[in-house]
């Protein structure tokens, strides 16, 4: 098995103003990740980047 390769993770973020334009927004990219590829590491990754960004936990709705 080769372990040279490099993993990124990428953060992209969508939301709507007050007359419902869509907006999207590239929080984070070519983020390297490191370690397992499990649910857990990929959560703490994007809960680090969401705490760092200072988005309130209310205002998110669903991450994919």
Not at 41 to 56: H, M, T
Request: proline share 3%; glycine share 4%; hydrophobic share 45%.
């Amino acid at each position: 098995t080769n372990n040279s390769y490099t993993s990124f993770l990428g953060l992209t973020g969508h939301c709507m103003n007050a007359n419902f334009d869509h907006t999207c927004v590239i929080l984070e990219l070519a983020m390297p990740f490191r370690g397992a590829h499990t649910a857990e590491n990929i959560a703490d990754v994007i809960w680090d980047s969401i705490d760092e960004f200072a988005i309130p936990k209310y205002r998110i709705h669903l991450i994919v």
